[in-house]
C-alpha cells in the first residue's frame, strides 16, 4: 500500500507556544489530505481537508484560525497548532487517497503525539 | 456527517473464540473500509467493500457489505492475540470536501491466550 509519514511521532510543548506537524506521501503524489484528531479510547474526527494549491476545508467545529493547514505540494501538507493548550493535547493522524480511487480509500500516516504542558 | 455505529464497542474473549463485530447506519456510502488500529499507530487498512452484498475474505477475517450499502460486519474466526486491537469501520460519502470518511466509534478488541 502507499505510505504516508508524519512528523514528529510525538511532541511536548509548553501552553501558548505553537507546534507544526508534517504529513507526507512518500510514493505517491495526494493533491487532497485529510487531518483527524483523537482522543484516548475514541474514534477519528475529521478536522480539515487539505488542499493543494488552495484553501483547506475545515469542518464543524474546528476553528480555522487555531489550527492553520497549508497544502504546499503535492507531497506535503503541515497542520499548525497555535497557542496550543492543555485541551489540545491529543493524538493528530493524517491521511491521503490512494490505490484504486474509486473505491475511496485512505492510507495514514502513523499520527502524532501532541501533549501540551 | 453520516453517522456509523458500532457494536460492540468492547469485547474481551479467548484465543479461539469467534466474534462478529457490526458498522450500522441509516446512510447509504459509496464504499466502506474496516481499519485496525493499534495503540499509538495509524490506522491499517484492512479492506474496501463496494458492493451491495459483497463479501471479503482475508485469512480468518470474513467481511460483508449489507445488500443496501448501509451496513457492514467483521467476522473473526478462532481469534488469536495478534488481532487484538481497535477495528474501525468508515463510510465514504461525498460532501463538500469531496469524499471523506466517516468512522465509527470502533471495537476495541482483546484476544487473550
Known amino acids: 500500500g502507499a505510505v504516508v509519514s508524519q512528523h514528529p511521532s510525538w511532541v511536548i510543548c509548553k501552553s501558548g507556544t505553537s507546534v507544526k506537524i508534517e504529513c507526507r506521501s512518500l510514493?505517491?503524489?495526494?493533491?487532497?489530505m485529510f487531518w483527524y484528531r483523537q482522543f484516548p479510547k475514541q474514534s477519528l474526527m475529521l478536522m480539515a481537508t487539505?488542499?493543494?494549491?488552495?484553501?483547506?476545508?475545515?469542518e464543524q467545529g474546528v476553528e480555522k484560525d487555531k489550527f492553520l493547514i497549508n497544502h504546499a505540494s503535492l507531497t506535503l501538507s503541515t497542520l499548525t497548532v497555535t497557542s496550543a493548550h492543555p485541551e489540545d493535547s491529543s493524538f493528530y493522524i493524517c491521511?491521503?487517497?490512494?490505490?484504486?480511487?474509486?473505491?475511496?480509500?485512505?492510507?495514514f500516516g502513523p499520527g502524532t503525539r501532541l501533549t501540551v504542558l | 456527517t453520516q453517522l456509523l455505529e458500532q457494536s460492540p464497542q468492547f469485547l474481551s474473549i479467548q484465543e479461539g473464540e469467534n466474534l462478529t463485530v457490526y458498522c450500522n447506519s441509516s446512510?447509504?456510502?459509496?464504499?466502506l473500509q474496516w481499519y485496525r488500529q493499534e495503540p499509538g499507530e495509524g490506522p491499517v487498512l484492512l479492506v474496501t467493500?463496494?458492493?451491495?452484498?459483497e463479501v471479503k475474505k482475508l485469512k480468518r477475517l470474513t467481511f460483508q457489505f449489507g445488500d443496501a450499502r448501509k451496513d457492514s460486519s467483521l467476522h473473526i474466526t478462532a481469534a488469536q492475540p495478534g488481532d487484538t486491537g481497535l477495528y474501525l469501520c468508515?463510510?465514504?460519502?461525498?460532501?463538500?470536501?469531496?469524499?471523506?470518511?466517516?468512522f465509527g466509534k470502533g471495537t476495541s478488541l482483546l484476544v487473550t491466550p
Open positions: 491521511s491521503a487517497p490512494a490505490g484504486n480511487l474509486g473505491r475511496h480509500e485512505q492510507f
Open positions: 510514493d505517491f503524489q495526494a493533491t487532497t
Open positions: 487539505s488542499n493543494e494549491g488552495s484553501k483547506a476545508t475545515y
Open positions: 446512510s447509504v456510502f459509496s464504499s
Open positions: 467493500v463496494v458492493t451491495g452484498g
Open positions: 468508515a463510510g465514504s460519502s461525498y460532501s463538500n470536501s469531496g469524499y471523506a470518511l466517516n
